[in-house]
């Protein structure tokens, strides 16, 4: 029971006229269901690319990522879904993380009705939620421009939530957000592991908030990864 | 370097240093510029009621035959042209075909547009640059002449010309609806929804199209005034459908049958300023969406 | 020491135009900051803190006149003696760059990229140095004047500048300033163009420079890169500093007084090391408590919106120590050897 990568590396650019550019080369790394692997390192150093490919969005050059001992790459259409549903993502940005033209409630119940899930229990769940992420029901009716950087990050965490994820890949989930605000995120995305047993992979420059969250700490420095805790 | 500075801080900074270094107050010709786009709206739908409803402001049905060459009169405020028609019944019923004609040319124009606009910026990759050659390909096809020749070979008819001007005029609409969408797939709702598991189709129908449509609104008037000219140069060029009367072509029989010789100002002239009036209202209803595009754009720039 | 900069009940208001087609808040106006009052002193540094929203870039622009024209902006700001809110736009062209200069956020945007470094610097001196009118004298004379004098002379006068901008790409650690003013914006990292636009703000040496979350979405190294630079800066130059930052860290090492704002008001005006030791206000202390290094100790609830503003203290929903009149009464902000708090609880 893992979500693993092995030996990955990502190289960019053509082969043919030898301006190869390597990010990173053979890492690996494990995130076991309800611990935390932080990944650290100085910006441009490809972290956000592992944090992608590990996510499945991007595929990398060499090297496997495998879910539960079954490979990514060979997965059929049927499993590639549920691997899409079992490994989420959220990123850096609460500002465009919905759709500025659509209420909070429309992104919300699309995400809903992409799981099958009956109208009936649609508001529950969503209650639900908003309970989970702590957020008045008032903000479904709003648009995502009239509503600040944390509450948006709260609710981006919780539509993924909807999706009952095995692992969450999280890109930097407060690097743009306040102080206070940064600690209540970090406090609840706590909560939600205890509660869900969810596998986090953190991926943030900011040293304290990688040593507050993490079990397992792995710095990405020159194209290689160094385990500082495990 | 302190002009750089503030002309690159925002979009909304942007023109109020221009204001600052013309030392003029811009907020008064926004007002006027609202006018002048309420006044586009307003002549709109004048000609827009004219074109559904001819028959309650033309005074007679437009075959009709009267005495023909008769000056304006009474009975005739346009007169009559030289087989006895009603000059200004015509004139109302020409808007319908003149307007349709624009129409439905920036329907099919822009999707096309969109469509290959949408499927070459969200697919990118080898879609991307067999689509854009074929778009750049029909971007060097001259437009006028090909529809001359093709007017030529085909039986005139309105169907063809519209067909023929909406295959032509839909790739600038395509490169903007393109880069467009290059822009929003990198968005953070377009990227967690692909994370999420969301098909392409929904992606591109229910996120990126959305935040399509006010570029696409201006662009669509913008298509629909140039179709117009289009078809009333093509009209006046004896390539129009000779059945169905458009202001292009009521100013084709002025010129070929006797209207300017015999200086006949009202066969001419009415149908001329309408095709003007009529094109420049809905440019300017483009504007007006132009404009609110870019407002919106700082509203959420001042956060 | 004398007041450079006095700021006093400034009230920014902005107009509903930005929700006009979201059907809420039509016509009702959002006051962005509320009688707000400070003053800066000469060659000090002051820092304005606060969570993003609370109006804090707002009395940055306010200063600068940069804001957009649906705003009201009532109040006074004045700068070595004059009221820079009665001026028109002439004048204030003429300040702006020259006597207040402005740091924006990202480095990269900030600079044009069609330009080389070399003339981007150049540029403060031609808008401001009174060089066009005297340029364009020049040209009429030149005219009568034999050309190779006039190219001597023109040439004469590159060269001072040139020699400045040299001194002043050296003062900010360019060891070879020459070669880098050739360069274009794209060719230089982050923190580079960073220093390149401090260098430009600076280089008619201002007597007030307002850094705009100068940190935001910089790494930690590129933070205590800017520090050291804003440090030396403030070392050299004798130039006041207002610093607008959500980063609390930066702002300790930097400062020389601290205000916090909350929800568009000034809450606690303190030296750092008072601010830092001991906070008085409860949101700075839970500020303060949400620090990494304090364990992110999160305040619960968050920022109300500037649209609807509690009634008595603006803090009391989230506020741990709150009494009934905390409620029903707003608190002024009440000055005590050298600090001020805007609270009941602390006289």
């Not at chain 1, 809903?112 to 008032?138: A, D, V, W």
């Not at chain 2, 109020?16 to 926004?30: E, F, T, V, W």
């Not at chain 2, 298509?223 to 000219?229: D, F, H, K, L, Q």
Request: with cysteine; net charge positive.
């Amino acid at each position: 029971m893992a979500l693993k990568a092995e030996n990955v590396s990502k190289t960019y650019g053509s082969g043919l006229l030898g301006s190869r550019k390597c990010i990173f080369r053979e890492v690996s790394f494990e995130l076991e269901p309800g611990k935390t692997f932080g990944l650290m390192g100085p910006s441009g150093e490809g972290k956000s690319t592992l944090g992608r490919i590990v996510a499945g969005l991007e595929s990398p050059t060499s090297g496997t990522i495998l879910l539960n001992g079954n490979p990514l790459l060979g997965m059929k259409k049927a499993e590639y879904t549920a691997f899409r549903r079992r490994v989420q993502m959220m990123f850096q940005d609460p500002t465009d993380s919905f759709n500025p033209r659509k209420r909070i409630e429309q992104s919300i119940s699309e995400v809903l009705k992409l799981l099958n899930s009956p109208e009936s229990k649609r508001l529950q769940s969503t209650k639900e939620m908003l309970k989970t992420i702590g957020l008045p029901k008032e903000v479904l009716a709003r648009y995502p421009s009239q509503l600040s950087g944390g509450q948006l990050q709260r609710l981006a965490l919780g539509r993924i939530l909807l999706l009952e994820p095995e692992y969450i890949v999280l890109d930097e989930p407060t690097s743009a957000l306040d102080v206070s605000v940064q600690a209540q995120i970090l406090h609840l995305l706590k909560k939600v592991q205890a509660e869900e047993g969810i596998g986090y992979l953190l991926i943030s420059h900011d040293e304290a908030v990688i040593r507050f969250m993490s079990e397992r700490i792995g710095m990405l420095k020159k194209g290689k990864l160094d385990m500082i805790r495990t | 370097m302190k002009k750089g500075i503030c002309i690159q801080k925002s979009p909304g900074q942007w023109k109020d240093s221009i204001a600052h270094y013309l030392n003029l107050d811009i907020r008064k010709y926004k007002k006027t510029f609202k006018k002048f786009n309420r006044g586009g709206l307003f002549l709109f739908f004048f000609f827009l009621i004219l074109a559904l409803f001819p028959s309650l402001f033309a005074p007679y049905p437009p075959t009709e035959r009267f005495v023909s060459y008769e000056p304006p009169s009474a009975a005739h405020l346009l007169g009559t042209n030289d087989i006895g028609n009603d000059i200004l019944s015509e004139l109302v019923y020409g808007a319908r075909i003149s307007m349709m004609v624009g129409f439905a040319t920036a329907c099919i124009s822009t999707f096309i547009g969109l469509m290959i606009g949408l499927c070459s910026g969200y697919f990118r990759g080898t879609i991307d640059e067999l689509l854009m050659g074929f778009t750049d390909v029909v971007l060097i096809i001259p437009k006028i002449p090909l529809i001359i020749i093709i007017g030529a070979f085909l039986h005139p008819s309105i169907w063809t010309l519209i067909l023929v001007l909406g295959l032509l005029s839909w790739e600038s609409i395509a490169r903007v609806v393109r880069s467009k969408t290059l822009q929003i797939r990198e968005a953070g709702y377009v990227k967690s929804a692909r994370c999420m598991g969301f098909s392409s189709f929904h992606i591109m129908v229910s996120d990126i199209f959305p935040n399509l449509i006010h570029v696409l609104m201006p662009k669509f008037m913008l298509t629909t005034a140039s179709a117009m000219i289009s078809e009333a140069s093509l009209s006046f060029l004896g390539l129009g459908d000779t059945s169905m009367k458009s202001w292009g072509i009521m100013l084709s029989f002025a010129f070929s049958r006797g209207g300017f010789i015999r200086d006949m100002w009202w066969w001419y002239i009415p149908p001329g300023v309408c095709i003007a009036l009529c094109v420049m209202s809905i440019a300017m209803i483009g504007f007006g969406f132009e404009g609110r595009d870019e407002k919106e754009r700082r509203g959420m720039d001042a956060e | 020491m004398n007041t450079l900069l006095e700021v006093k009940d400034l009230v920014v208001s902005f107009h509903g135009n930005e929700t006009e087609n979201k059907n809420e808040d039509k016509n009702e106006s959002v006051t962005a900051v509320s009688c707000l009052s400070f003053s800066i002193r000469e060659k000090e540094t002051l820092a304005l803190v606060g969570e993003s929203g609370c109006g804090k870039s707002v009395v940055a622009h306010a200063i600068m006149r940069l804001l957009p024209q649906e705003s009201r902006v009532k109040g006074v700001i004045k700068f070595r003696g004059k009221n820079l809110l009665e001026m028109n736009e002439k004048e204030m062209a003429k300040l702006r760059g020259k006597e207040i200069s402005i740091i924006f956020q990202n480095p990269s945007l900030a600079l044009n990229p069609v330009y080389s470094i070399g003339h981007q610097l150049a540029e403060p001196f031609k808008i401001h140095g009174q060089e066009k009118r005297r340029a364009a004298e020049e040209r009429k004379e030149e005219k009568r004047k034999e050309k190779r004098k006039e190219k001597g002379k023109k040439k004469e006068k590159e060269n001072t500048i040139l020699s400045k901008i040299v001194e002043a790409l050296k003062r900010v650690g360019f060891s070879n300033p020459h070669e880098y003013m050739g360069y274009y914006p794209s060719w230089c990292s982050g923190g580079m163009n960073q220093r390149f636009l401090i260098t430009a703000s600076t280089i008619l040496d201002p007597f007030l420079l307002i850094a705009d979350e100068p940190s935001k979405g910089l790494d930690r190294d590129r933070v205590s890169e800017l520090e050291n630079e804003l440090k030396n800066l403030k070392e050299m130059n004798e130039n006041a500093l207002l610093l607008i930052s959500h980063d609390l860290g930066f702002v300790r090492r930097l400062a020389d007084r601290v205000a916090v704002m909350y929800a568009g008001e000034i809450i606690e005006i303190a030296g750092p090391s008072s601010l830092f030791e001991s906070p008085h206000h409860p949101y700075t202390r839970g500020l303060l408590n949400s620090l990494p290094e304090n364990g992110f100790v999160p305040i619960p609830g968050s920022s109300p919106p500037l649209s609807s503003l509690p009634a008595g203290c603006r803090f009391h929903p989230r506020c741990p120590i709150k009494e009934k009149r905390c409620m029903q009464e707003h608190p002024e902000l009440k000055e005590n050897n050298g600090r001020a708090v805007r609270c009941f609880l602390w006289p």
